[in-house]
């Protein structure tokens, strides 16, 4: 069964980084500005009061030539391990969806000022939604080594 989803962009991305690169992304700065024709400055009420966001993008850079649908060895080799696309957060996804939490640094009008967004300049943004303690993760958490390699120096 096919399901079909209508979505359009409610954002754009604006400044920070302008060129897609891995890694670095915990001192990028940029601003999330909503569609003025979509919505006011009330959509934002009381963000401000959150001190982190979630936000859906759109991966529009990454060509659809591009989208990994099975496994691929890990970025710089990894020693042979094969890494199924479920089980990374690789920007070759098949719906060319990602999710990033940042740091809100000001809200003003229709501009989310935010720190740590690892989107570029233009991305369309798709949702927003103020990250709550609530609906993290329960209990322990747990991941393999290399995901923690990977995550070094990304932040």
Aim: net charge negative.
């Amino acid at each position: 069964m096919e399901v079909l989803v209508h979505s359009r962009p409610i954002a754009r991305v604006l400044g920070g980084r302008a060129e897609v690169r891995e890694g670095g992304w915990a001192g990028e700065e940029a601003v999330i500005r909503l569609d003025g024709s979509l919505f006011g400055p009330e959509a934002l009420f009381g963000l401000d009061g959150f001190s982190h966001l979630e936000v859906v993008f759109f991966f529009d850079q990454v060509d659809s030539q591009e989208i990994d649908t099975g496994a691929r060895p890990l970025p710089g080799g990894g020693g042979g391990t094969m890494v199924g696309i479920f089980a990374q957060r690789s920007r070759r996804r098949p719906n060319r969806l990602g999710v990033s939490r940042c740091q809100i640094a000001a809200v003003a009008g229709l501009d989310v000022h935010v720190r740590g967004l690892d989107a570029v300049a233009g991305t369309p943004v798709l949702d927003l939604k103020p990250y709550v303690r609530e609906f993290g993760p329960r209990g322990d958490i747990r991941q393999p080594q290399w995901a923690s390699d990977l995550m070094h120096n990304y932040y």
